[in-house]
């Protein structure tokens, strides 16, 4: 097919069809050049011309899809934001049952049933959801300066952030079971230092990015952790006073008898 065009205002041609297709290879021919051909109406833009079309086809492709980058596996930051967050729920935990008069160890000698790990776990569950949601971290994780986040940097949607957190008290912290909560550290551990990321991570989009640790913020880590064991203490001396004075009076006898 032979095929003129306007170029710098003026008719040049023809051109074979696959003449003109090298030009356009060679970005001397753009898309809305002016192009006739015998039988045509009039002239037309070269991405309007049916030989020629398939040529432009490859600028309006879409470009790959951003890709994941994972940042660095932070074992200890991670860990330790876990350990605050666990102590401070606990914290909340028992405050909220002692001034609602609820007995902290009602039964000693029993262990808790599942059903007492299933009404505790909950409400850690959708707080922590809902400050992940809201701010992109949890206490813990803004000591450490970790954020959790998708792979736009935004933060995760509510849905996101309790599906996330569920996936870490159940696979993670072991539903609080002693075995299975080695277990899941062992397991987040060997993902995270040979994969970059644990399971409830790696394959959801989810991440976690940490800004530069500053000294500030370690010493308020530590001052955080020894308030949290103050006031622990102090909520649960009703509880730790007949063991204290227990033991306290074990020891008195034990130096009676080595004084006789």
Request: aromatic share 10%.
């Amino acid at each position: 097919m032979l095929l003129w065009i306007i170029r710098d205002g003026e008719k040049t041609g023809p051109f074979e069809d696959y003449e003109i297709r090298e030009m356009i290879r060679e970005g001397k021919v753009a898309r809305e050049t002016r192009v006739w051909h015998e039988g045509a109406d009039k002239w037309m833009s070269a991405c309007d011309v049916g030989v020629l079309a398939g040529e432009f086809v490859k600028e309006e492709v879409e470009p790959p899809p951003i890709p994941i980058v994972i940042p660095p596996f932070q074992a200890w930051r991670r860990l330790g934001a876990r350990v605050f967050d666990f102590l401070l729920y606990q914290l909340i935990l028992v405050t909220i049952l002692r001034i609602s008069g609820i007995p902290l160890n009602s039964s000693p000698a029993d262990g808790p049933s599942a059903w007492d790990l299933i009404a505790v776990l909950i409400p850690v569950i959708l707080m922590e959801a809902a400050l992940l949601s809201a701010f992109g971290f949890t206490p813990g994780k803004w000591l450490m300066a970790l954020r959790v986040e998708n792979i736009k940097a935004n933060f995760l949607p509510t849905s996101h952030a309790l599906i996330r957190s569920l996936r870490v008290w159940v696979l993670g912290m072991g539903m609080m079971h002693p075995i299975l909560l080695l277990l899941g550290h062992a397991i987040t551990l060997w993902f995270g230092l040979k994969k970059g990321a644990p399971l409830w991570d790696l394959h959801s989009g989810f991440r976690v990015v940490g800004s530069k640790l500053s000294g500030q913020r370690i010493a308020c880590y530590w001052g955080g952790l020894v308030l949290v064991f103050v006031l622990m203490t102090v909520v649960m001396w009703p509880e730790i006073q007949p063991m204290w004075e227990e033991s306290m009076r074990q020891v008195e006898e034990d130096m009676r008898r080595r004084g006789k």
